[in-house]
């Protein structure tokens, strides 16, 4: 079992920046990715973000200019920066972790944009 933990979100003006964090703790796998997800009441849930902890990277593709996305192994944790950001980013954020067997939710964290 892997438990993940989100924070950062909070209300921003447009334009600005973010840093989302998601603590990870439990059994890891040597091999895993985590990622960020997001949704509104009125979308389903969107994958904005992934990283392996090897390293490779993923972004959906309308999401790669604004948000980068890092991790810190030694400490379990993963992070979405995002930039210049907009209205439309308005959504409950979560972290997800995926190994082979095995996948995990945070509870999320909200970011609101206001114009």
């Known amino acids: 079992q892997v438990q993940l933990v989100e924070s950062g979100g909070g209300l921003v003006q447009a334009g600005g920046s973010l840093r989302l964090s998601c603590v990870a703790s439990?059994?890891?796998?040597?091999?895993?990715?985590m990622g960020w997800y997001r949704q509104t009441p009125e979308t389903q849930r969107e994958w904005v973000a992934l990283?392996?902890?090897?390293?490779?990277?993923r972004y959906a593709e309308s999401m790669k200019d604004r948000f980068t996305i890092s991790r810190d192994n030694l400490k379990n944790m993963v992070y979405l920066q995002m930039n210049n950001l907009k209205p439309e980013d308005t959504a409950l954020y979560y972290c997800?972790?995926?190994?082979?067997?095995?996948?995990?939710w945070g509870q999320g964290t909200h970011v609101t944009v206001f114009s």
């Open positions: 997800r972790y995926r190994d082979s067997e095995y996948a995990a």
């Open positions: 439990g059994h890891m796998r040597s091999i895993n990715d």
């Open positions: 990283m392996s902890n090897g390293g490779d990277i």
